[in-house]
């Protein structure tokens, strides 16, 4: 027979020694033992929860209000990065077509050497580079457009310049290069028949940046017995502003080395006959001048002009040089 299991003493509890479980007491009006393992919540003892740091814990409030301010700090500092972020796109991309316009006093055109109408006497498609105008009036800092014609060989070199029709785009240069050669401003000049007063030459501008399609002006070159002159009208058809140039300057007649030789002059009024600014047209050097047709223009904005105005003064100033100076006309057709 096998030995009897020994009895428990008389008066005290029964021991069943498994860790981690409640030990049972036979007195009444004592809760049952729990061992609590730090870090995670026991049912019935919210006193002995221990709030891990960083972490909301239920019925720990102040736990919840550092909670809270380490959100809002941590979303100030997100804002604060995407705010430096934005800031530094639009500063690389030098804004749009209209805001560099906007943001400056005038620009200068300058006209590309093409080496190929140099070497072989046909008349090639022209292209023009748009830069911010510095105070003396020559460019400065980085290229802000492109305008690139877009014609008809037979229609360069067979036609008459008053007939000769042409499209051009005028396209941003940026550093981005989802930017960089986005058109900006679309000009076509129709073919017409001048004939004297009649059926005069013209340009129409519209706004294509971002798919847009909007018309923004024209700009007429008028019937004049001798000065050269220009109308620009908005989209309303009305005239906003005219180029004026006396035909009495050296610089229409020879072009030589002298100053006088080397710039022509331009006023800028309002429809009224107002002078509100200036345009000088300068060639690009005496040597440059006898191999080429390239020219130079420094276009001064008027101060209260709006960013169509602007573009379209900016246009006139393309058309200026195709009328008198590129087709080089000693009359006005």
């Not at 700090?73 to 796109?89: L, R």
Request: hydrophobic share 25%.
């Amino acid at each position: 027979m096998g030995q009897p299991m020994a009895q428990p003493m008389q008066g005290y509890p029964q021991f069943h020694p498994q860790q981690g479980y409640a030990q049972q007491f036979p007195q009444q009006n004592y809760p049952p033992q729990q061992f609590v393992q730090q870090g995670y919540p026991q049912p019935g003892y919210p006193q002995q929860q221990f709030a891990q740091p960083g972490y909301p814990q239920p019925g720990f409030p102040q736990q919840q209000h550092q909670q809270q301010v380490v959100i809002n700090v941590a979303g100030y500092q997100q804002h604060q990065q995407i705010t430096h972020t934005t800031t530094k796109t639009v500063d690389k991309r030098r804004g749009t077509g209209f805001e560099r316009l906007e943001s400056r006093d005038g620009v200068f055109i300058k006209q590309k050497l093409e080496f190929g109408e140099i070497l072989t006497g046909c008349q090639q498609s022209n292209t023009y580079n748009v830069y911010p105008l510095s105070k003396d009036g020559d460019k400065k800092g980085k290229k802000l457009f492109k305008c690139k014609e877009s014609s008809d060989c037979c229609a360069r070199v067979c036609l008459a310049p008053d007939c000769r029709p042409f499209t051009m785009k005028v396209k941003l240069t940026d550093d981005d290069e989802d930017v960089d050669s986005s058109p900006f401003l679309e000009i076509d000049r129709p073919c017409k028949c001048t004939c004297y007063c009649c059926n005069r030459p013209e340009i129409r501008v519209s706004y294509v940046e971002n798919g847009q399609n909007q018309y923004l002006g024209k700009v007429v070159n008028p019937w004049t017995c001798c000065d050269i002159e220009l109308e620009v009208f908005d989209s309303a058809n009305q005239l906003v502003y005219k180029i004026d140039g006396n035909c009495c300057q050296l610089g229409l007649h020879c072009s030589g080395p002298c100053d006088a030789c080397q710039t022509i002059d331009f006023d800028i009024k309002t429809g009224g006959g107002e002078v509100v600014s200036t345009l000088q047209k300068r060639s690009p050097g005496c040597v440059a001048a006898m191999v080429s047709e390239a020219d130079n223009f420094s276009l001064n904005f008027p101060h209260k002009s709006t960013k169509e105005q602007r573009a379209l003064l900016l246009c006139a100033v393309l058309f200026l040089d195709y009328r008198y100076f590129e087709e080089k006309q000693n009359n006005q057709g």
